[in-house]
Each structure stands twice: as C-alpha cells, then as structure tokens.
C-alpha cells in the first residue's frame, strides 16, 4: 500500500529551524539565508538565478528527505530506470530522476535537474506516456518557469512578512515560514501559455529521443478520464487535459 505525497513544506513546517543548522554546501547560502536576504532584495524583484537555482537544489533535498525514494531494485524503481536509460542529460541540464513510491499522480522537476515521478502516475501510464510527462516537467525547467513561480512566491512571502521581520530576526522568522512558501511553489499554477510552451516542448523531447509522441496525447486522454472522479493531484495545477489532447494531437498530425 502506497503512502501518500508529503510536501517538503508540510513537512518542514514544523522544523524550520533545522534548517539553519543544517550543513551548507560550500558555495551555496543556507536555504534560510537564501530567503531572509531573499525577502529584502525580493521587494527589488532582484533575487539572482543562483541563488534560485541553489534554493531549488535544498528544495530537492528536502522533498527526498520527506518522501520514499524507490530503490533500483524496488519494481517502479527498475522501471523507471529502463524507461529513462540513455537520459542522464537534456537540453543541456543534467538530469536525476528517481521514482516516490507514493500513490498520487504527481510529478515534478526543479530547477537543479531533479525529476521525481510518482508510483501512482506510473501505475497508471505507459513508459511513453510516462516519458512524455518528464519531458513536459523538464520544459518547465528550460523554459524558466519554475524560476519566475519561485520569484513571485518569494515575492508574495516578501509582501506577506513585512510586519513580521520588522520585530527583528528576520532570519528566524523566514525559517518558520518556509514549510508555507515552498506550498506555494508547489502549488502554484503555471499560466496556461507556460503550460502550451511545456507540451510543445514535451513532443519535441519525445521525438529527439525517439519516443512516441502520441503517448503525450493518450496521457491526456487518461488524465481526463480521471478527472472525471477527482483527486488527480496534476490537474490541481494543470489546464484541461481534453484540450491540451486536442491541441496535441493537431500539432503531431
Ligand atoms: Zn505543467
């Protein structure tokens, strides 16, 4: 039985503070320090691309720390890893993806090339299709997305704690914040122009790699039929599948 997704967030909600103390990598800030100094320049719109591409890399992190990593020898995790032999990089970005053995229908890339799928996706698509939706989740990292979500979360968070970091330990106070704002990143949609962008881009990584571009269509076609009963955790934050299936279909045709 199959446990459900915890979100670093949720997770960390509670332990922000280890965060500080956690060991930093050597050229890296603390995800703490990232967000405090984040906050002040944040109002700026300043916040740079390493600082976001090392906060992803924490993220990442604490999102495996939260979550069961499927081993190679566990079966979703032998699976993935002949689904995606040959895959170690893309586009230039070096990919590390591993499998959740966790029931929902979830996946996600950040921005240091981490892929995770989940069990529950697997269960329920084919390999290609499978492919198809790494590829959709690595176009939101080439593309950038991800980086304007997290600057406009980091916004949001700056705009939201102006009271609180006036009462002195912004450090502090950003920390126990934390486990909110990385909800947002997760949670927050794409605009549906950056979603048309990633499926584009999606069927062009799935003919680069000789993958079957169909297989982005009976996705869809598969994630609408679940739609129907809800609880499908990618629909949370994706547009109509029907339509992103039509509009596929029209593009591989
Ligand atoms: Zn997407």
Do not use: W
């Amino acid at each position: 039985m199959l446990k459900t997704f915890r979100n670093a967030g949720a997770a960390l909600a509670g332990v922000g503070a280890i965060i500080a103390l956690a060991a930093v990598p050597a050229n890296s800030q603390s995800l703490g320090g990232i967000i405090g100094s984040a906050k002040k320049v944040a109002a700026a719109a300043s916040v740079s691309d390493e600082e976001i591409v090392a906060y992803f890399g924490q993220m990442s992190e604490k999102m495996d720390a939260s979550n069961p990593i499927a081993t190679p020898d566990d079966p979703y995790g032998a699976r993935l890893a002949a689904l995606t032999e040959g895959l170690d990089s893309y586009d230039g970005l070096d990919l590390d993806i591993k499998a959740y053995l966790v029931k929902d229908v979830n996946a996600f890339a950040m921005g240091d090339g981490t892929v995770r799928i989940m069990a529950g996706l697997m269960d329920k698509f084919e390999d290609d299709e499978v492919r198809c939706v790494i590829g959709h989740e690595i176009g939101h990292v080439k593309l950038r997305h991800g980086q304007k979500r997290m600057k406009r979360a980091l916004q949001q968070d700056a705009a939201l704690s102006v009271a609180g970091t006036a009462s002195g330990d912004a450090r502090r106070i950003a920390n126990s914040e934390l486990g909110g704002l990385i909800q947002n990143v997760m949670y927050a949609q794409h605009s549906q122009k950056a979603e048309r962008s990633s499926d584009d881009y999606a069927l062009e990584f799935m003919a680069a790699n000789g993958y079957n571009q169909e297989a982005c269509a009976t996705a869809m076609d598969k994630l609408a039929e679940m739609s129907a009963g809800g609880g499908v955790e990618l629909l949370r934050t994706h547009p109509s599948p029907a339509k992103r299936a039509k509009r596929m279909r029209k593009k591989i045709s």
